[in-house]
């Protein structure tokens, strides 16, 4: 066995510029593909869901996320046999000063808030006093570093969506999987909608609620859209992965657009790959013919380019998927896009399945021509000309 290794690893240094070409080629479609399926488990939301999202549910208008629903909903869903906490959650979408300062801010119940974000950290004196506050905000501790905000200090969110303004003053600092959000309380986000006269007060987006177990959430679900099936606000509750898959719906079928995008870069290297192969081993036909007469099988030949191809791919699998990994775990993307991506890690299921591709890329692309090298006679090989 290591007499083969080291066969096949003369026999792919012999063509250095060939071999480096190939690898550079199976690495940078990896690493495209990488970064392509890193992308799209961004847009679905994979980045941001933990373990605590499993109980968790969102209710909204069974229309459009544009119809409010009436507060009073709060105190029924509660009443619901296996919800365990409910929050009122509206979408403010004001901005910091400038509208490029964009990034997002709810409305909640901070004491049910406080007990739902389990997957959080943060300090509960802080939380305390955000609690206490009917003015305090708490937000994350990235969006504070980005624009150099601290605990106590006083910041005003500009209305986008609503004809009013937030005069906030921060009360305390979270981790999560949400680096980029801003909480407040819904009780004083109402009270300026009954000051503004212009909307209907007692009015909310959607309602956050947590399932006390894992099997409570199906049932939980159907029973509040059962509950206001025939009410003038009918609902549709889903799970928060299913909720966040929405908006990634409004762009249309990304995922099939990426999909698409992928395969043609895995096919293009495939061919250039197989060309590669191909012309290796047409080139070695002479030597297939020696090898045959000092013993070598037939089996024995085709693990040999097999093999050989596999290696070089695999290398090109370790640079593409590796590169990746060190590349997007070491830049602040959430500082370069302005909160727009937040996460960029790559997952170790990316990095399986993209030496996964590797292997069959090497495998499949040399499986052809060095079948038909394996079963050349010994007089039809040594006529071949290279």
Do not use: C
């Not at 970064?35 to 847009?43: D, K, M």
């Not at 006390?212 to 025939?230: K, L, Q, Y």
């Not at 959430?334 to 495998?363: D, E, K």
């Amino acid at each position: 066995m290591y007499k083969f290794l080291r066969l096949m690893m003369k026999n792919a240094g012999r063509n250095r510029r060939r071999t480096a070409l190939t690898i550079l080629g199976v690495a940078a479609s990896l690493f495209l593909l990488v970064s392509l399926r890193t992308f799209l488990g961004e847009l679905e939301g994979d980045s941001t869901l933990t373990p605590a999202s499993a109980m968790q549910l969102v209710t909204i208008h069974s229309v459009s996320m544009a119809q409010s629903l009436p507060m009073s909903y709060l105190q029924r869903i509660q009443s619901v046999p296996g919800v365990e906490l409910v929050t009122p959650f509206q979408w403010f979408g004001g901005y910091y000063q400038d509208p490029r300062n964009f990034f997002a801010q709810f409305a909640v119940d901070p004491e049910v808030m406080s007990h739902l974000a389990t997957d959080y950290t943060f300090t509960q004196d802080e939380v305390r006093e955000w609690i206490k506050d009917r003015t305090g905000a708490w937000v994350a501790r990235k969006l504070m570093d980005r624009f150099g905000w601290k605990v106590g200090d006083r910041i005003t969110i500009i209305g986008g969506l609503f004809p009013f303004n937030l005069e906030l003053t921060i009360r305390g600092s979270y981790h999560g999987p949400d680096e980029n959000g801003l909480f407040f309380h819904y009780d004083y986000f109402n009270e300026l909608q009954r000051q503004s006269r212009t909307i209907a007060p007692d009015r909310v987006a959607s309602f956050w609620i947590k399932a006390r177990t894992p099997a409570d959430v199906p049932p939980v679900a159907a029973a509040i859209d059962g509950m206001f099936h025939n009410s003038d606000a009918p609902t549709r509750t889903d799970t928060v992965k299913a909720f966040s898959l929405s908006f990634t719906a409004m762009l249309g079928n990304i995922r099939l657009f990426l999909s698409l995008i992928a395969g043609a870069v895995l096919f293009a290297i495939f061919l250039v790959t197989a060309n590669t192969m191909a012309m290796t081993v047409r080139e070695r036909s002479a030597e297939v013919a020696v090898m045959k007469t000092l013993g070598f099988r037939r089996g024995q030949i085709l693990a040999m380019f097999v093999g050989e191809s596999v290696g070089v791919a695999l290398v090109g699998g370790v640079v593409g998927v590796g590169g990746a990994k060190v590349i997007f775990g070491n830049f602040d993307w959430y500082r370069f896009t302005n909160g727009i991506i937040q996460h960029f890690n790559v997952a170790p299921s990316t990095m399986v399945i993209g030496m996964a591709l590797a292997v069959l890329l090497g495998a499949v692309s040399a499986a052809v021509p060095a079948w038909r090298a394996s079963r050349q006679s010994i007089v039809t090989a040594l006529r071949h000309v290279g």
